[in-house]
């Protein structure tokens, strides 16, 4: 009984042995495995435009944006991309005119991938394109008043376009006593992530707008501005330069006072400490005077928080569905010193009209993909207030500078 137990035994164990280096050698064989992305890029505007010789690249997403594959369709806008990690969550990027177009890569089991990604031609015209929500919530902390804009646009043209425009794809007024530059993000139609974007002011003064295309379907764009509010009084300004429909508007703390005409309190919550206002319809080119006072501010330490942490929570109610309570939501400003990549594009003239215009908007593409990590190093002291005005001053000019050159083209 002993020797066939031992048998047995030997046996099971031989058994577990032959699964688990099978098991191994599966896990090995997966994590060595790479991924084949076929693809095309379409003209979403015009099928019978071809885009041929489109800027494409492949973005691993974990850990952050880092780029592993670029190449360019090929005349009848097709492509094919070899040894990607099937591990990773990844997109093909395709740049085409002055926009960026993505979608996400899913392999299957045999580590193939088809995507289909879609452009479009632009437009400058407003023709379909409108504001469909727009919340503001007003937040004293310490002596000062926070506001943030939750705007969410909607490009419905027939047939698709993407909206820019060298003036400003999307414009907000200069608040008067702004404390510091206003700080902007965007998350694109069909996308989770918001991005961070430059935010640039007029030649007169009176505006703050992004280049950011907007392209077909939903655009949110948020923006960040801090105001004084020293003697518990204020009075703000601001032009719409859109129809709204309507408008909700937070504030907080709750007994903080708002007035202005053609607004109404519609609740409060004492549990968030808020109060909830309704507007509109704001006609495009409303100037209105709003009027703030009292309140028990928060303490500065309840509203910030730690640089790398977005600092949002949501309210209960139909502000906090799309607006956010706010802290420092955003790194401050932005710097511009990739100044030398538009001289650089002398050094090699392309002997094309369509080359220059495609080197062009790449240095436009980088300029503004690189804000991000300048922002950083504005923010840790690698820049001292002065230099980052100068080269923020200097930024202003090239992007206007390329943004006519574009126009012209």
Known sequence: MKSVSGKVKGKNYCRSSLILLCLLI????????TGIVEGRVVNGTDPSIVAGGVPLEVVALSGGMSIIRSAAADSRGGFRFEGLPV??????????????????????????????????????????????????????????????????????????????????????????????????????????????????????????????????????VEAFQLLPYENRDYTYFKK????????????????????????????TDPDENVAVYRGGPIEAGTEVKWFFSGGTPLAVQEASVPETEPGIRPLPNAVGRNALIIGPLFLIGFILVLWYAYNRSDENVPVTQDLQKRQIRKHRNELLDNLADLDHRYEAHLLDKKEYLRQREKGKGLLRRIALLLKND
Do not use: C, W
């Open 240 to 267: 719409f330069y859109y129809r709204i429909p309507s408008i909700e508007i937070g504030v907080i703390p709750m007994d903080m006072e708002l007035s202005g005409v053609g607004l109404t309190k519609i609740r």
């Open 26 to 33: 599966s896990s090995s064989a997966s994590a060595q495995q």
């Open 87 to 220: 591990d990773q969550m990844l997109i093909v990027r395709a740049i085409y005119k002055d926009a960026n177009y993505h979608t996400q890569v899913v392999f299957d089991r045999t580590g193939r991938a088809y995507v289909e990604i879609k452009v479009f031609e632009e437009t400058n015209s407003m023709d379909g394109i409108g504001v469909e929500e727009y919340q503001m919530v007003f937040q004293a902390a310490g002596n000062q008043l926070q506001i943030l804009d939750t705007i969410l646009i909607h490009n419905v043209t027939v047939p698709e376009k993407t909206f820019m425009d060298p003036d400003g794809n999307f414009r907000f007024s200069k608040t008067p006593e702004i404390l510091s530059l206003p700080q902007m993000r965007i998350t694109a139609p069909g996308s989770s992530m918001p991005v961070m974007q430059s935010v640039l002011e007029s030649p007169d003064g009176q505006y703050y707008y992004s280049l950011y295309p907007l392209r077909p379907g939903k655009t949110k």
